[in-house]
């Protein structure tokens, strides 16, 4: 009457079930250059109670088979020059009444077979799957880490989790008490489908000569952070994404401070100050401007500008060309707050990015309605908000390709599993400024490479329009540091590449004009070079600084 039931367990416990484990995908930059994959290993262990059986067989003068050596001390000797151990080590190793004692840990597959060919009793190993790192810490904190559990942790790793991972398999068979696969009706198989590749944005080797500038400067000057951001302004693609220190990829998550730290980006902010006002057709780049040492607003409130200076009058353009805060306070007065406010907001301050890393600060960009006596003149000049990197070069993306907000990208698409290629889908670009606003605040960013404080690191042959920004740092009341900026578009004439370079906290407290200088002439060389973008062939196009 029990037949067909105690048939069924009889069945079950004869079946075994095996996973088969998916593939992670691999990570590759633009070119295809792989910045992470998986490769297969083995954990080699021992068997100490089997080992004591191990023999090794020679053939004698009369071509004989003969047992010359056995157990763990023979075993050793073979095996230790292969795994590079000391041999009297690893015999030590195999001593004792253990059943699995690993060995070696992560051993190549050459290795392996090397060892497998030794047909030694009491030698077992198992498969495992090692996560590497090519480029070691290049792109660190971009890329993340695997844990030994074998999920994404940091970086794209973890942001990509879901699409890298894969799905695994398993396979159910029947098996003989003697542990052999028989032909059975409950044989199964589900094959594991393997994660999909992740193509990023970034060019890997640019990104690699990148850094090291980046470290060299930051360790130069023992700043706490330095960083440097390459955009192409025509797609939004994100083709360098640099953090100063980054070490090789390990077990330890590394923090990209481009994304998830955010600092006021001092007098780069008088940009979108002048861009409001543009927007808004109350100035032009040759509105004269009062520009004395000190400026008295309506409610008492003083502003001075870094460097005295006699009473002067300035064209709009030459605020911007000498850094001016009491211009930049004049033309920022002549709107509302919150005609400044929702410019900013359009190109991109006050939300993230969403370039897919995990962390990413939105920055902090308050209402007007939230602005004090003083936050509402200070913003003005880059102050009382604050940006994360990725946020600054992309709004400067923005005025360098006419007034189009293009949302960032750093991965570009996916292979999949069966080989075929799948782009993600370009997001749609948004009006932020009227393309002539755009234009005129090129040709003002112009004069400053020329006339102003960008001067001092112009790149032969290359017309650049940028700003720098010096802010001060406090924390508990109390100053503590600078955080340095120089941001711009290359080449003016033809904007291509919006560039971010930045330092926080150097010991050195100076200003972005000097510390900054020969790193920025050095990231634009390079990124030219490897853009293959053509020098410029036409004069640079600037306003006059001061007005008649």
Do not use: C
Not at 60 to 69: F, L, M
Not at 312 to 330: D, E, I, R
């Amino acid at each position: 009457m029990q037949g067909p039931h105690l048939a069924e367990i009889a069945a079950n416990s004869r079946l075994g079930t095996t996973n088969l484990p998916a593939q992670r995908g691999d990570i590759v930059d633009a070119k295809g250059t792989v910045l992470a994959t998986t490769i297969q290993t083995y954990d080699i262990a021992v068997n100490q109670r089997l080992i004591l059986e191990a023999i090794w067989h020679e053939t004698n003068e009369e071509g004989e088979i003969v047992q010359t050596k056995r157990g763990p001390g023979m075993v050793a000797e073979f095996l230790a020059p292969i795994l590079g151990m000391d041999e009297a080590e690893l015999g030590g190793k195999m001593v004792g009444n253990s059943t699995y004692v690993i060995l070696a840990k992560d051993v190549e597959v050459a290795t392996w077979r090397k060892i497998r060919n030794l047909r030694f009793r009491g030698i077992e190993w198992e498969a495992k799957t090692k996560r590497i790192y090519p480029a070691e810490e290049t792109a660190a904190s971009v890329i993340g880490f695997v844990t030994r559990e074998g999920t994404g942790n940091g970086g794209i790793e973890l942001s990509q989790e879901e699409n890298l991972k894969g799905t695994d398999g398993k396979v159910t068979n029947e098996y003989s008490r003697y542990g052999q696969v028989l032909p059975s009706q409950f044989a199964e198989l589900t094959e594991p489908i393997n994660g999909k590749s992740v193509h990023l944005t970034l060019d890997i080797d640019l990104q690699h000569r990148i850094e090291d500038l980046v470290n060299e400067t930051a360790k130069r000057n023992n700043a706490q952070a330095a960083s440097v951001v390459i955009t192409d302004l025509k797609t939004g693609n994100i083709l360098v994404l640099a953090d100063a220190y980054n070490q090789p990829i390990g077990t330890t998550p590394q923090a990209s401070k481009v994304v998830q730290y955010a600092a006021e980006p001092g007098s780069v902010g008088k940009v979108f100050t002048m861009a409001a006002a543009l927007e808004h057709n109350v100035i032009t780049a040759l509105t004269p401007v009062p520009a004395p040492d000190i400026f008295v607003a309506p409610n008492g409130e003083r502003f001075k500008d870094a460097e005295p200076h006699g009473y002067q009058v300035l064209t709009a353009a030459g605020v911007l060309a000498n850094s001016s805060n009491t211009g930049t306070v004049f033309i920022g007065s002549k709107i509302s707050d919150q005609q400044r406010y929702e410019v900013m907001q359009r190109l991109g301050l006050g939300k993230p990015t969403e370039v897919g890393l995990p962390g990413e600060s939105a920055g902090f960009l308050p209402p007007p309605d939230t602005w004090d006596g003083r936050q509402k003149y200070v913003n003005m000049f880059g102050q009382a908000y604050s940006v994360n990197q990725l946020q600054l070069v992309n709004a400067f993306a923005t005025i360098g390709n006419g007034g189009t907000y293009l949302p960032l990208r750093l991965v570009d698409g996916y292979t999949l599993p069966d080989g075929s290629y799948e782009q993600v889908p370009y997001e749609q670009a948004q009006k932020a400024l009227r393309p002539e606003v755009a234009a005129e605040l090129m040709k003002m960013m112009e004069t400053v490479s020329v006339s102003g404080s960008g001067q001092h690191f112009q790149v032969p042959g290359y017309r650049t329009a940028l700003k720098t920004g010096t802010a001060e740092i406090f924390e508990n009341g109390r100053y503590v540091g600078n955080s340095l900026n120089i941001t711009g578009v290359v080449p003016a004439q033809d904007p291509q590449l919006a560039i971010a370079v930045h330092m926080y906290r150097p010991a050195t407290n100076n200003y972005a004009t000097v510390l900054l200088a020969d790193l920025f002439k050095s990231v634009v060389t390079e990124a030219v070079r490897a853009r293959n973008i053509p020098a410029s062939d036409s004069q640079p196009q600037t306003y006059p600084v001061y007005a008649n």
